[in-house]
């Protein structure tokens, strides 16, 4: 059974710095592309970033490029999002997903697993 375990959330002011992790379990990790979504109520879930099996290839979300940082540990089985100069807009539940292949995705039907999500507030 695969699993996917988030933390990291919280509360931070704007301008401020948070890493989320996300633990996998149940699947070789290497051969597993992951991604980060995000979701506000009353909107749907959005693609933030992806990374590829061995880490070799990344993609953003427009809004985040140059402040978030995907990366991964496949010693640990954990993949990481660092997010820099947080903005209000960025509040939101943030998700780790996992897809059966190790190829990079930002479509959410691509990922077959995901996590609980964590809860993000940036605040003025």
């Known amino acids: 059974q695969v699993q996917l375990v988030e933390s990291g959330g919280g509360l931070v002011q704007a301008g401020g710095s948070l890493r989320l992790s996300c633990v996998v379990s149940?699947?070789?990790?290497?051969?597993?592309?992951m991604g980060w979504f995000r979701q506000v109520p009353g909107k749907e879930r959005e693609f933030v970033a992806t990374i590829s099996g061995f880490g070799s290839i990344t993609n953003y979300k427009d809004s985040v490029k140059g402040r978030f940082t995907i990366s991964r540990d496949n010693a640990k089985n954990t993949v990481y999002l660092d997010m820099n100069s947080l903005k209000i807009e960025d509040t939101a539940v943030y998700y780790c997903?996992?897809?059966?292949?190790?190829?990079?995705?930002?479509?959410?039907?691509?990922?077959?697993?995901w996590g609980q999500g964590t809860q993000v507030t940036v605040s003025s």
């Open positions: 997903a996992a897809r059966v292949e190790v190829t990079i995705a930002t479509i959410s039907s691509l990922y077959s697993y």
């Open positions: 149940g699947r070789t990790f290497s051969s597993t592309g």
